[in-house]
């Protein structure tokens, strides 16, 4: 079973370049390079990757490099950003559920679930998961909150939505997932949400294999970093923290 889930967004290179991605996910852009770098290294490892938004580098680069270190992975896609400027396109999205791997939703819009009606969070969750199931002719149960924005109502209707799973973007070790247990329904299975640690555009070996590791204090620095981020969020509200966010990469 994996120990912990890693949040990877876009991967540039000669066949994708950062120009093509959205200023917003610049942070968590990642070479081509790096990513092979960082697959060598978890090479054997207990690590679930997963790969949030849509980005074009899926097809370019995540598809042959995980190949090549026999990886799995789950890639969490936004219906409404397919086929737009940067991003995968249908028959690409096929390619990478033809290599085995698994694709859940991202939300149909990538509005934050909170932020919304019942009615349009229900929307949310429904159609993008429709949609998915009937271009790609998968079974979709994971779901990745957009912006990593959930509480008890988002969990709720995910559940009445038919997923298993649900990954945030908070911090911590896997529960129970393990991506073998896709596509095995289980009565009266309880909606399990299970935590990650997202890879950013300065993630370096060092802090990565500290993370696998277990070094005390790195983890520490990871969870006072979410305290703070969190108490922000409670502060400014979902819209405010992100404009402050923005504020600060432009």
Not at 125 to 133: D, G, P, Q, V
Not at 200 to 223: P, Q
Request: aromatic share 10%; proline share 4%; charged share 20%.
């Amino acid at each position: 079973m994996n120990t912990i889930a890693l949040m990877y967004h876009g991967i540039f290179s000669a066949h994708h370049s950062v120009s093509n991605m959205p200023a917003e996910d610049l942070p968590y852009a990642i070479s081509e390079s790096t990513f092979a770098e960082h697959l060598s290294l978890l090479n054997g490892k207990p690590v679930q990757l997963t790969f949030d938004d849509g980005d074009a580098g899926w097809y370019y680069s995540a598809l042959p490099l995980l190949k090549e270190f026999q990886r799995k992975a789950i890639f969490f896609v936004t219906p409404e950003l397919i086929g737009t400027p940067g991003y995968c396109d249908w028959e690409q999205l096929r390619a990478l559920v033809l290599a085995g791997h698994q694709v859940g939703t991202h939300g149909l819009t990538h509005r934050f679930l909170p932020d919304l009606t019942e009615q349009q969070c229900v929307d949310e969750l429904a159609i993008s998961k429709s949609i998915l199931e009937d271009r790609l002719g998968v079974k979709v149960t994971t779901l990745s909150f957009p912006g990593g924005r959930f509480g008890r109502r988002e969990v709720q209707l995910a559940k009445r939505a038919g997923y298993q799973f649900c990954f945030t973007s908070e911090p911590g070790r896997l529960k129970t997932f393990d991506i073998d247990m896709l596509g095995h329904d289980e009565p009266n299975q309880a909606l399990i949400i299970e935590p990650r640690i997202a890879v950013r555009a300065d993630t370096g070996n060092d802090w990565l294999a500290g993370l696998i590791e277990g070094r005390t204090t790195l983890w520490g620095r990871i969870y006072v970093v979410h305290w703070i981020k969190l108490v922000l969020k409670k502060l400014l509200g979902n819209q405010g923290y992100h404009g402050l966010y923005r504020l600060l990469r432009s």
